[in-house]
Structure formats: C-alpha cells, structure tokens
C-alpha cells in the first residue's frame, strides 16, 4: 500500500518553491481559486506562476491522496499489473503522475498533457531534480485535440479534470482516452453526488466500449445506489505547516472524498466485495453496507462469531472483504 501522504521528493520541491513567496498571498489565491471551483468554474483562473503554486499547495496534497487510495485499491483487485507507460490526462501540478510512479515503479514513460500554462510550468519545476520524472513529457494544449495525437499508454489516468469538461464532450474524451489505454484506465473525481454522476455515466459508457470495472465495483452491471445515495470513498492526509497556513486551517490533517473508476481491458481474476460506507461497530455485531456481484446488501456479523467479528471491526470504508 503507498502512503496517502506526499512523497518526500514531491514536499522538498514544493518547499523550495515556496522560498520567497508570500503565504499569505498564497492563502488569498487559494481562496480565490477555490471559490471559482465551488461557482463550477475551472483552472482557467490558475493562470501565474504564484496561482499555480498557490493551487497545488491547498489542493496537491488531498488530489494527491485520493489517486493514491484509488490506485492502491486498483494495485489490490490488479496485484499483477505493472504499467510501463503512464499518459495523464489534464495532468496540471502532475499529482496523478506523482502518485502512479510511487504506486507503480514499473512506470518508465511519463506522459503528459494540460492545457494550462502555469499549471504545466510548474510540474516540469517541480520533477526537475527526480531521477524518475525529470525526463517525461509534458504536451501544452487542449485535452481531445493532445489526446488524439498521443501514443497508447498501459495506464491512463484523468484526476479532478473531467468536472471542467462540458457535459456533451465527456463521453467524447472517453473514447478517446479508452482508444489510448492498453491496459488500464483510471477516472478519479470529487466525492460529490455531482462527482459521482460523471464516473457512473463514464463506467456505462467506457462498459459499453467493452471495459470491465476493476475497482471500486465487483461487476460490471447496472449501479445498484439510488439518488440520494452516492458511491464514494474518504481518504485522510496529514496536512503540513504551510498547507495549514494556505488552508487557513486548524487541525494537521483533512479528509479527502473522492469517487473514482479504474477499467481495464481484461476482466479482474477477483472481483470481492467493498465496504460503501463506515461499518457500524456495536457490542452486539458489525454492521456493513456492502457492494456485492450481487447488489447491496448489509453484512450483520454476530458478536458470538469470534473470529468473523474480531476480522469485521477491522473492515474500514472503501475495503475489500474477502
Ligand atoms: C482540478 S485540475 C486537476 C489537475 C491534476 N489532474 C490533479 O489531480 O492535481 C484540472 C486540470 O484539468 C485541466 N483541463 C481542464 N480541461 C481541459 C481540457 N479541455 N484540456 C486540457 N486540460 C484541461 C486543467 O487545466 C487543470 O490542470
């Protein structure tokens, strides 16, 4: 399993970044980006070097854990899977290629693309002095248009971009980024009931292309959460001075919710069940929504089944039961 916390290559270059910049400017930038997020404006507002910074460091670090805890629960389902080649799609500060080269070290080919300017500029600052990602490449310009033009990676990945895409063209760059996967491809969003619109109508659409869900899902049917209830998943970061200063934040960690599908080619040679939510642990038994091949359904495991429950009261949201 890979830390949800930044690698220690990742915060030292951040860090040197940070010298000589103000951090209450940072804060006041950060603040102004996220607000045009939550308005459902995009990155176009990152458009500096102090924006671009300012963004990775409120936003680096939980985009950052919430792809780590999806491809850890890929890496769990795919134990055998060990991409050589990686394109990250909308890849901005390079988070998703950060965390899939920890995940993977396997990875050899970095590829890249954003339309963003100084989101770009920042991620070759920021791999300058990696051994593993100083040499990958990064392509300026507009997601279908670079997509078209990219060579098929065994892994792709698109963290936190398909939000800024109109809804008529999500399905376009679907296709286009399933006709670029050799292998795998891999989807994360926000954990918002919106978040988790956009990944079911994706699942459907990229299933309908011939994909099987690795991860979250055990099968590739029909979602069986009904509106108001939405799959996501929470994944904790521990938060570092200068996030906390950016953040104007009071306590050292966040909580992360996110919602993501990984497909692949090839169906999974597993496929168990996942803990929707966290299960609620009583004197009497644990109590567990569950995502089975089957549908929902609640596992009730009894106190006086010691050895069950003793393995139950370890089962945390977002988890595999075998
Ligand atoms: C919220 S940021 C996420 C960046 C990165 N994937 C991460 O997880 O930190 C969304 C990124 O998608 C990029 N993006 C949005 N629409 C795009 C498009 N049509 N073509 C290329 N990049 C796009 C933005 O420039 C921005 O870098």
Redesign the pocket.
């Given at each position: 399993m890979t830390s949800p916390d930044l690698p220690a290559e990742l915060k030292a270059a951040l860090d040197g970044k940070l010298r000589g910049f103000s951090r209450s400017d940072a804060a006041g930038r950060a603040a102004s980006i996220s607000k045009t997020?939550r308005g459902g404006g995009?990155?176009?507002a990152?458009r500096s070097e102090a924006d671009a910074l300012a963004?990775?460091l409120a936003?680096?670090p939980a985009?950052?854990a919430a792809?780590t805890a999806s491809l850890n629960a890929l890496v769990e389902i795919r134990p055998d899977f060990a991409p050589n080649s990686l394109l990250?799609?909308?890849?901005?500060?390079?988070?998703?290629t950060w965390a899939a080269a920890e995940a993977f070290p396997s990875l050899k080919d970095f590829a890249l693309?954003?339309?963003?300017d100084a989101?770009r500029t920042l991620a070759l600052d920021l791999t300058r002095d990696s051994t593993r990602l100083r040499n990958l490449a990064y392509e300026r310009?507009?997601?279908?248009a670079?997509l078209a033009k990219a060579n098929a990676a065994d892994f792709v990945?698109?963290?936190?971009?398909i939000?800024?895409?109109g809804d008529a063209?999500q399905r376009a760059?679907a296709e286009l980024m399933w006709a670029k996967t050799l292998d795998t491809l891999l989807v994360?969003e926000p954990g918002t009931p919106a978040g988790y619109a956009r990944i079911i109508a994706l699942r459907d659409h990229l299933i309908a292309l011939g994909a099987h869900v690795a991860a979250p899902c055990p099968h590739d049917g029909q979602c069986p959460l009904q509106a108001p209830d939405w799959c996501h998943f929470s994944q904790r970061l521990q938060r570092s001075r200068a996030h906390m200063q950016v953040k104007g934040a009071e306590v050292p960690f966040e909580d992360e919710r996110f919602s993501y599908v990984a497909v692949s080619r090839m169906p999974p040679g597993q496929r168990p069940s996942r803990v929707l939510a966290q299960p609620a642990t009583g004197k009497v038994e644990v109590a567990a929504k569950l995502c089975t091949p089957n549908g929902l359904n609640t596992a009730r495991v009894r106190r006086r089944d010691k050895a069950a429950y003793a393995e139950a009261r370890r089962w945390r949201w977002g988890d595999v039961v075998l």
């Open positions: 997020y995009g990155s176009g990152i963004y990775a936003r680096m985009t950052y792809v990250d799609v909308g890849a901005g500060p390079g988070t998703a693309l954003d339309a963003n989101l310009g507009e997601a279908r670079e990945v698109a963290s936190y971009m939000n800024e895409i063209e760059l994360v």
